[in-house]
């Protein structure tokens, strides 16, 4: 997904995610979580959602958000 700097996207998630930068800086807050995270070219977020997840782009940005199968 494609997001231009300083713009938000909201994702409401439920299970096991992996949100991964392929360009650009991401600001990323996790409904739920005390902290918010940035995350920059190369980085990769896993975790198990219950919630809204908010990304903003700190600057031009490409990023994937996808289901992430829990290991066996």
């Excluded at 409904?31 to 809204?52: A, H, M, S, T, Y």
Aim: charged content about 30%; glycine content about 6%; proline content about 4%.
């Amino acid at each position: 997904m494609q997001l231009p700097m300083r713009h938000v996207r909201s994702h409401d998630l439920r299970g096991s995610i992996e949100l991964c930068v392929r360009r650009g800086t991401l600001w990323v807050s996790v409904e739920g979580e005390p902290k918010d995270q940035f995350l920059n070219q190369g980085d990769c977020l896993r975790r198990i959602v219950r919630g809204r997840m908010v990304v903003q782009a700190m600057a031009d940005a490409d990023y994937e958000l996808c289901d992430r199968p829990r290991a066996a």
